[in-house]
């Protein structure tokens, strides 16, 4: 029998079912719940356990983890008498690895107290590919013996794993990221439609790029979808979307001025309003071509 906690999993998209599959090949025995019925029969075909539900997938869990898409989501999930707050043992951690906005995680840690139920908020970074390879960022907020506990769960799922601060922290660390990686994107955009326009080899130009002071992770990961128009969904826009707006709603709250993020925030938005949302974060260069009269 393995000693290993038993993990019950809620969400299994994107970047939760392969999240899911790497715990099942670290020894964890999981149990996942999602209402996609592919997603779990991919669970089952991996060495999970399929749920009927959040309570029948929490029952006699040490660690409950969920992957949903926003804060409405975790709460409809966390709370009322089907959730996870109801029906999870008391003792439990449960780890919200959603991105959301940090008062979410706030309120919820609070109400799991209540319940005898111990939160930690542990967004992550690494897009479809860092879930995929377990070389995930894994930014957490909460109680340093509750990360402590959770080490060897992060450890099987990403790379960075860092304590931000109490419950909240890894939330508000979560909406920097995407700050940053939403300006980073668009920087790229504008650079490759400059560079196309110019006539220079794009490939080319884009190695010799990322081998400097201009190179990045986003640069790294996303060149491909930029040279061959590829816009399958790692993150989708519309999730993009959400996070501009949880980073410069929290801005505002705290007086911090986002004039490029505030930009890029509507160029998303604008993405979003023309059908695009379904793409991936780095169609943001089909915003560009449009601002730049291409038909696309």
Not at 90 to 117: N, V, W
Not at 165 to 172: D, E, R, V
Not at 195 to 200: I, Q
């Amino acid at each position: 029998m393995s000693t290993l906690p038993k993990v019950a999993w809620i969400g299994l998209g994107i970047m939760g079912s392969p999240m899911a599959e790497n715990l099942i090949k670290a020894g964890y025995s999981v149990t996942g719940f999602t209402l996609e019925q592919e997603k779990l029969d991919r669970l089952a075909a991996n060495g999970g356990t399929v749920a009927a539900s959040i309570a029948e997938a929490v029952d006699g869990a040490d660690v409950v983890i969920t992957m949903v898409p926003a804060s409405p989501q975790v709460e409809a999930v966390a709370y009322g008498e089907d959730g996870i707050l109801a029906n999870a043992g008391q003792g439990a951690l449960l780890i919200d690895m959603s991105s959301i906005t940090p008062q979410t995680s706030i309120d919820l840690a609070e109400a799991g107290r209540e319940k005898g139920i111990r939160v930690l908020d542990a967004p992550v970074s690494g897009g479809e590919a860092g879930a995929i390879e377990a070389v995930l960022s894994i930014m957490v907020g909460g109680e340093q013996a509750d990360f402590d506990e959770a080490g060897p769960v992060f450890e099987a799922l990403g790379r960075t794993i860092v304590l931000c601060g109490p419950h909240g922290a890894g939330q508000t660390v979560k909406a920097a990221n995407q700050l940053i990686v939403a300006v980073n994107i668009q920087a790229c955009a504008e650079a490759v439609v400059f560079l196309e326009k110019s006539g220079v080899d794009l490939t080319a130009a884009l190695d010799v790029l990322n081998g400097g002071l201009a190179g990045s992770t986003v640069l790294t990961r996303k060149k491909d979808n930029f040279i061959n128009r590829e816009f399958a969904p790692g993150f989708r826009i519309d999730l993009h979307h959400k996070d501009m707006g949880i980073v410069t709603d929290a801005a505002r709250n705290v007086g911090a001025a986002l004039p490029v993020g505030a930009v890029v925030a509507q160029l998303v938005a604008s993405l979003r309003a023309q059908g695009d949302g379904g793409l991936d974060h780095s169609a943001l260069l089909r915003g560009v071509e449009r601002l730049s009269g291409e038909q696309v």
